[in-house]
C-alpha cells in the first residue's frame, strides 16, 4: 500500500514513483482565472511562494486566458477562482476543457452549495478546493492534482455520503447498484475512497489489468461518463462502505482517478 502523509484532517498519498502516483515536475505553469483582481493575485502570490519553480500567470477572464493560449502560452494546471460554487459558470469550465483536454483544470470557491460542487466536479475540473482550507492544504491538493489525481475534499464526501431519504422518511432503494457484482462493488467502494488502480490491485490481490476491466464495466453499467461520476455516484446513494480487506476497512479522503 502507498505511503501516505497526514495534512491536517486530509490524507495524501506521497507524490512520488512508486507510491501509487506519478512524480510532480520540477518545474509547472499554472494559470489562474477570477474576475476578482484581489483574490487572483493573492492566490498568484500564494502559489508562487509555495514553489519557486512554479510560474503562475493570472487572468481576469477566460476569453483572456484562451486568447494568450492561442497565442503560446503552455500551462500545466488551470485553477479558476470564484466567490462561491454557484458563481462559477460550468460553461467556462468546459471551454477550458475543450481548448486544453489534457490539462488539469480546479476549481477554489466556498463550498455552501456541496451539489453545485458535485456539478463543477462532473463538467470536468479535476479537484474542487474550498476557501475554508488552509494554504498548506490547498497547495498539498494542487500537487496530488499535478500528479494526475483529483481531489474532492472530505466535507464534500462526507455530505454526499448520507443516505438519500424520500418523503415519507423511508430509504430509497439504491437501484444503480443492480447490475454490479460483489467484485464490482468491492472495487467501486475503493474507487469511492480514493485507491488507484494500482492500490486497488493490491487490496483486493488481483491484477491491475483486471481492475481495468472492472472499473470500465462500473462506468458502463452506473452509466457515467467516468470512474469520477461513478465515486460520486456512490458516495451520494449509500450504502456503499469501502470492502473489509484483512479485517479493517479501506479509507481516504480523496477521490482518485
Request: include cysteine; aromatic fraction near 4%; charged fraction near 20%.
Amino acid at each position: 500500500m502507498g505511503r501516505t502523509e497526514r495534512i491536517a484532517d486530509i490524507e495524501f498519498a506521497a507524490l512520488a514513483d512508486g507510491n501509487g502516483l506519478a512524480a510532480v515536475p520540477a518545474a509547472c505553469a499554472l494559470a489562474v482565472v477570477d474576475h476578482s483582481r484581489l483574490r487572483r493575485e493573492c492566490l498568484r502570490l500564494a502559489l508562487g511562494q509555495h514553489n519557486a519553480h512554479w510560474r503562475v500567470s493570472d487572468f481576469g477572464t477566460t476569453d483572456e486566458f484562451l486568447r494568450s493560449i492561442g497565442v503560446g502560452l503552455a500551462v500545466d494546471l488551470v485553477l479558476i477562482g470564484a466567490a462561491t460554487a454557484e458563481h462559477v459558470d460550468l460553461a467556462q469550465i468546459e471551454a477550458i476543457r475543450d481548448a486544453l483536454p489534457d490539462v488539469p483544470l480546479v476549481v477554489v470557491a466556498e463550498s455552501g452549495n456541496p451539489h453545485r460542487a458535485r456539478q463543477i466536479l462532473t463538467a470536468g475540473a479535476r479537484g474542487f478546493l474550498p476557501t475554508s482550507l488552509s494554504l498548506k492544504v490547498l497547495t498539498g491538493a494542487v500537487n496530488l492534482v499535478l500528479a494526475g489525481e483529483v481531489y474532492v475534499p472530505s466535507s464534500l464526501l462526507d455530505g454526499a455520503a448520507r443516505r438519500q431519504t424520500g418523503r415519507n422518511g423511508e430509504d430509497r432503494p439504491a437501484e444503480p447498484w443492480s447490475e454490479l457484482t460483489r467484485r464490482q462493488r468491492d472495487v467501486l467502494g475503493l474507487i469511492s475512497q480514493g485507491k488507484s488502480n494500482k492500490l486497488i490491485a493490491d487490496a483486493l490481490a488481483m491484477s491491475e489489468s483486471t481492475v481495468k476491466a472492472h472499473v470500465k464495466q462500473i462506468i458502463k453499467r452506473l452509466h457515467v461518463s467516468n470512474r469520477t461520476q461513478a465515486a460520486l455516484l456512490a458516495t451520494g446513494h449509500g450504502p456503499f462502505p469501502p470492502p473489509a480487506i484483512n479485517g479493517a476497512h479501506a479509507g481516504s479522503g480523496m477521490i482518485a482517478k
